[in-house]
């Protein structure tokens, strides 16, 4: 399931704002100097809809500013989230249902998006026989 993360990830980094730094993981994101689209899988179930063998995997993408400025950073992620979403529209095995504001980081220090994903998938082959 992991290499769908990666999926993402690959698909991703031409179409984003340049100045952003793509983190395919869930770990926590501590201090950051550089804009940040990190990419976390959190949920994975059956697609009952799509039939036997198939799954829905939910992604969470925060895409969290540096700055220390609420203002600043806010406008920057009010661009920027318009533009992630275009890119997210553009994939044809990705829908995303929500783009949300949150804080994230120590202490809550950084504003930032949570866009909230869903991708249907086939279970792999190997996986069916493990």
Do not use: C, F
């Amino acid at each position: 399931m992991s290499t769908l993360r990666n999926e993402l990830r690959d698909r991703l980094r031409p179409v984003i704002p340049a100045e952003y730094k793509l983190r395919p993981n869930g770990l926590a994101l501590e201090t950051i100097t550089t804009p940040v689209l990190q990419i976390k899988q959190l949920r994975i179930r059956p697609a009952e809809e799509a039939g036997t063998g198939q799954l829905k995997v939910e992604m969470v993408l925060t895409m969290a500013s540096p700055k220390s400025n609420p203002q600043a950073a806010e406008d920057d992620l009010d661009d920027d989230v318009v533009e992630v979403l275009a890119a997210l529209d553009s994939i044809g095995w990705l829908n995303w249902s929500l783009a949300e504001k949150v804080t994230t980081g120590p202490d809550d220090r950084y504003l930032a998006y949570d866009i909230t994903t869903e991708i249907t998938t086939t279970i792999p082959e190997e996986a069916d026989h493990a």
